[in-house]
């Protein structure tokens, strides 16, 4: 790990000072919010590719900023497939226009998806306050 951030000193030297912070598992963990376990499982998944020293993961700005993103997709209700797919097309258009073509594409779907799951729920809502309702007028006409 020292030989790595000697090197990266040197890297950093050489841009004129500007530092490109380099992460640990556990220091990434905790600006996250999440646990080491997490993104060692998104690593055995593919979607973040951590550089190593020795058997150390040492995580640059852009797996921080991946790792941001499957959360984020994570917490939109996307599956890892999705969001991995999603991921590699940064690696694959530089022009970002696929990538933004899929994106609106993905959104789309997630956004009809949940609009069936609300009609749902508001429908077993309904259903449910109609037995709640039933239910205390019952119990009345039992203590009559």
């Given at each position: 790990?020292?030989?790595?951030?000697?090197?990266?000193?040197?890297?950093?030297?050489?841009?004129?000072?500007?530092?490109?912070?380099?992460?640990?598992?556990?220091?990434?963990?905790?600006?996250?919010?999440?646990?080491?376990?997490?993104i060692r499982f998104?690593?055995?998944?593919?979607?973040v590719n951590p550089?190593?020293?020795?058997?150390?993961?040492?995580?640059?700005?852009?797996?921080?900023?991946?790792?941001?993103?499957?959360?984020?997709?994570?917490?939109?209700?996307?599956?890892?497939?999705?969001?991995?797919?999603?991921?590699?097309?940064?690696?694959?258009?530089?022009?970002?226009?696929?990538?933004?073509?899929?994106?609106?594409?993905?959104?789309?779907?997630?956004?009809?998806?949940?609009?069936?799951?609300?009609?749902?729920?508001?429908?077993?809502?309904?259903?449910?306050?109609?037995?709640?309702?039933?239910?205390?007028?019952?119990?009345?006409?039992?203590?009559?």
């Amino acid at each position: 790990m020292a030989a790595l951030h000697a090197r990266h000193e040197q890297e950093v030297a050489s841009s004129g000072g500007v530092s490109h912070a380099l992460y640990s598992v556990s220091q990434l963990a905790r600006q996250l919010g999440v646990t080491a376990r997490t993104i060692r499982f998104y690593e055995d998944k593919g979607l973040v590719n951590p550089s190593r020293a020795g058997t150390t993961r040492v995580y640059t700005p852009r797996d921080r900023a991946r790792l941001m993103l499957i959360l984020r997709g994570k917490r939109l209700g996307f599956s890892l497939r999705e969001i991995k797919d999603y991921l590699d097309l940064y690696d694959i258009d530089p022009t970002q226009h696929t990538q933004v073509r899929v994106l609106l594409a993905s959104v789309r779907k997630r956004i009809a998806k949940l609009q069936e799951q609300r009609a749902a729920l508001e429908q077993s809502l309904a259903e449910l306050g109609d037995i709640e309702r039933q239910a205390e007028i019952a119990i009345q006409n039992l203590q009559k």
